[in-house]
């Protein structure tokens, strides 16, 4: 059936055609705009994670026409988006991160600069089973000596007259990080890559105790190739058979056993007292950070459960983005968990989903506060945010964030998610 004979309600799966693009999986948000002629409907793109508007006859239904576009295309990023998509559907995938680059709609109705007048409705389903797996996969990144995170008894559940739980909020508290304890130092096996980035090297270490619980850090750099390794590709395999030849290591100092001059004369150095306290000083850094880091998620899933298609809560949004202002964030931890950018990029814009909702006059006018509420802290946010990085006369923020994620990701693409989720410096910044 041609998609101009058919018309979208909101979170219809669809393929979107783009000028420049092959038809790209997508999201109906809304209705845009209603003429005698056309319909046009707000989009969000997967895999690209940016919104734009499409008119009806470019909108073609994901499940009729899977087969026909779904297949054969290479461009960037559609992988990702149908990986998306389909979790959208419920089928479970692996870890996607969000690009930055997008396809994005005609000039006259792009989407994706930092002040985005379009109405926002946030569809609480699919972002908020993304930023559970997100929390889990940095928990993941820590090691079980100590009691976990999500392992902590769970407090009386409320659950407001609609039958919605509402979660406890989660505080910060940057003393408290006995429930944390830092990245464990296993790698995975896997053949050498001569060609690997040395920003990727660079980020690689391997934490380990001995048996009488002294911490010991393997990290490449400080260890010196061979003689014979004169060559970027030379040295690059021997740091990558080095990396690898850490978890056999690992597990001879965890059991006691006879290590190589080499790494016992780097045992040695590290037990030494005054080495000790700067090493715990620093896993107590570390800890603080991973911590930090799943806090800035369960924020972003308190706002996308509190913020939804079916109701709103303003009260809990306004609490959350409070929350997010007094918690100390980095540009690293930015681009491992971007969609807390996108989501208060997108709340600035948030009006609710009121055509669709049942209220009085009054009920309307109230909310209408509370949204403008949203919306103002959101701004103060996104400004807290932008603050973390340089912005050039010209640009916005939004592009340079997306060129630095592209970068990022592409220098992450092989890291396993453990050492992903585990980096507390950035490889890029290392790589320049």
């Known amino acids: 059936m041609p998609a101009v004979e058919r018309k979208f ?8 055609k783009v000028r420049g693009y092959p038809p790209w999986p997508a999201r109906v948000e809304g209705m845009a705009d209603e003429t005698p002629n056309r319909l046009k409907y707000h989009i969000f793109f997967y895999g690209t994670r940016e919104t734009g ?22 461009r960037k990023f559609f992988t990702e988006a149908l990986q998306e998509i389909e979790c959208d559907f419920g089928t479970p995938k692996t870890r996607v991160l969000p690009p930055a680059s997008t396809p994005k709609s005609e000039p006259s109705e792009t989407q994706g600069s930092d002040n985005d007048d379009n109405n926002l409705v946030i569809d609480e389903g699919t972002e908020k089973k993304k930023s559970k797996t997100s929390t889990s996969r940095v928990s993941e990144a820590m090691d079980v000596d100590t ?3 999500h392992h902590k008894p769970s407090p009386v559940v409320k659950v407001t007259t609609s039958g919605r739980k509402i979660k406890p909020k989660k505080t910060f508290d940057p003393d ?19 060609g690997t980035d040395n920003a990727l090297i660079k980020a690689s270490v391997c934490r380990v105790k001995t048996l009488d619980g002294k911490l010991v850090i393997l990290d490449i750099n400080k260890f010196t190739p061979p003689e014979n390794c004169k060559t970027e590709k030379s040295i690059n395999l021997w740091k990558m058979n080095k990396i690898n030849e850490f978890k056999q290591v690992r597990e001879k100092i965890e059991e006691g056993e006879t ?15 005054e080495v000790q306290d700067k090493l715990e000083a620093n896993e107590k850094a570390l800890k603080t950070q991973l911590k930090l880091e799943v806090c800035i998620l369960d924020i972003d899933l308190r706002i996308k459960d509190s913020i939804g298609l079916e109701h709103s809560d303003c009260d809990e949004c306004l609490k959350a983005l409070d929350d997010l202002i007094n918690i100390p964030i980095t540009p ?6 971007p969609e807390i950018v996108d989501t208060c990029r997108r709340l600035q814009r948030y009006t609710g ?8 006059e009054e009920e309307a006018e109230v909310f209408e506060q509370k949204a403008s509420q ?8 996104y400004n807290k945010l932008k603050n973390l990085f340089t912005v050039p006369a010209g640009e916005t923020f939004w592009d340079i964030f997306s060129k630095q994620l592209v970068t990022f990701n592409d220098v992450t693409r092989n890291m396993p998610a453990h050492d992903l989720f585990s980096l507390c410096e950035d490889p890029t910044t290392q790589a320049s």
């Open 9 to 16: 309600k909101t979170n219809d799966k669809v393929f979107a």
């Open 353 to 360: 989903n009121t055509a669709e909702w049942t209220m009085t």
């Open 374 to 381: 949203v919306r103002t802290k959101a701004d103060h946010v």
């Open 259 to 273: 290590v190589t001059e080499e790494y016992q004369k780097l045992i040695d150095e590290q037990c030494q007292p």
């Open 147 to 149: 009691p976990n995170y």
């Open 176 to 194: 408290d990080t006995d429930s944390f304890s830092s990245p464990s130092g296993g790698f995975k096996e896997q053949d050498p890559i001569p």
């Open 53 to 74: 508007v499409c008119r009806q006859d470019e909108l073609f239904p994901y499940s009729e026409f899977k087969e026909k576009y779904g297949k054969g295309v290479k």
């Open 332 to 337: 690293l931890m930015l681009k491992k968990h």
